[in-house]
């Protein structure tokens, strides 16, 4: 679902990804993927928007549904250095981006 994920500034030697990209940048709620109602049925059974443990991850979580909770926006994966990988990424970084998303600053080894 669309919580925000930031994941910056490490170093990643190689990949367990079959396609070998060293980040798999999932949409799984996107056409062809589990139908968006199985996510919502599965959030359903969380508190998130009324557990102060769900709180840490701020309003985002708490207004999930107000977004496009089908979309994997909001994530920030920026600063690593990918090395021993085929690819960096398993997704066209101008599709990451239209996710309202970031894949900048990293490197290769």
């Keep these: ?11 990643i030697n ?7 990209a060293a980040v798999h940048f999932d949409a799984r709620c996107q056409p062809g993927g589990v139908k968006i109602a199985t996510q919502l049925a599965r959030l359903a059974r969380v508190p998130y928007n009324s557990s102060r443990a769900w709180a840490k991850y701020g309003d985002r979580m708490v207004q999930i549904l107000s977004e496009s909770p089908n979309l994997p926006s909001g994530n920030h994966i920026d600063r690593n250095a990918f090395c021993a990988s085929k690819e960096d990424i398993d997704m066209p970084v101008a599709t990451v981006e239209g996710y309202n998303s970031t894949f900048t600053g990293n490197t290769n080894c």
């Design 14 to 20: 190689g990949t367990h990804a079959r396609d070998g």
């Design 1 to 11: 679902m669309g919580a925000t994920v930031i994941f910056a500034d490490n170093t």
